[in-house]
């Protein structure tokens, strides 16, 4: 069990809010992701990050901000959420040299009014 | 960049019988990993089934199987003896040999009827 987790599991913010998801795994896995899922896009990245103090932008990250200081944790910012970050976000975590594929969290459905 | 593409937004089968799900992709890289993710109504992703790129050898997982054509980019995914509990979403998804660059398809939405 890889031991991830996402809270909260459900969030209704308004617009111009700041509002802050977050992921955590038990375990030292190297890569850590966001994603958001939304009706016909699939799942799409918004950030990863290889490693501590490591960051990188995916196909969709304007509008998000991420971090992660620790390992275990990566947060992952809207900082005035818009309706159109209405969606399902996923955290996942890679077994970076033990297993290729991801992990994921629960997710959070987030809404924005 | 890597794109993934699922022709097939919804498809239905009946409870026992076989069923494909359809599942190109592009990439210039020689080694990377395929994936067939299935996600049930509860929204928990699960892995259903990967392949490494380097093996001509199908993958197989009980009643999971894949037809990986390297050559065309193509990643089927073959369901026999369809159950209930199949219905679900199911995600084809790409990751090349480094692990950061994970890229979904859009889904296709399968319904096991009784």
């Known amino acids: 069990d890889a031991g991830i987790t996402q809270s909260p599991r459900y969030k209704i913010t308004e617009t111009g809010r700041q509002v802050t998801l977050m992921c955590h795994q038990t375990?030292?896995?190297?890569?850590m992701f966001w994603y958001r899922q939304d009706l016909g896009h699939g799942l799409r990245l918004i950030y990863y990050?290889?490693?501590?103090?490591?960051?990188d932008k995916g196909e969709v990250p304007d509008g998000y901000v991420v971090s992660r200081s620790k390992t275990e944790n990566f947060p992952l910012t809207l900082e005035s959420a818009t309706r159109s970050q209405t969606s399902v976000y996923f955290c996942?975590?890679?077994?970076?040299?033990?297993?290729?594929?991801?992990?994921f969290g629960q997710g959070t459905r987030l809404t924005v009014v | 960049a890597q794109t993934v593409t699922q022709s097939q937004p919804e498809m239905s089968v009946q409870e026992a019988e076989t069923v494909t799900l359809s599942c190109t992709y592009d990439t210039s890289e020689n080694n990377y990993y395929l994936f067939w993710y299935k996600q049930p109504p509860s929204r928990q992703m699960i892995l259903v089934i990967r392949?490494?790129?380097?093996?001509?050898q199908n993958a197989t997982e009980n009643r999971f199987s894949v037809n990986f054509q390297k050559a065309a980019k193509s990643f089927s995914l073959k369901i026999s003896d369809s159950q209930l509990g199949d219905t679900a979403m199911y995600f084809c998804a790409f990751s090349n040999n480094y692990g950061q660059n994970f890229v979904f398809g859009p889904g296709t939405r399968l319904s096991v009827l009784p």
């Open positions: 392949q490494e790129a380097y093996k001509q």
């Open positions: 996942a975590i890679q077994w970076r040299w033990r297993a290729p594929e991801a992990f």
């Open positions: 375990w030292s896995h190297s890569y």
């Open positions: 990050s290889a490693a501590a103090d490591i960051t």
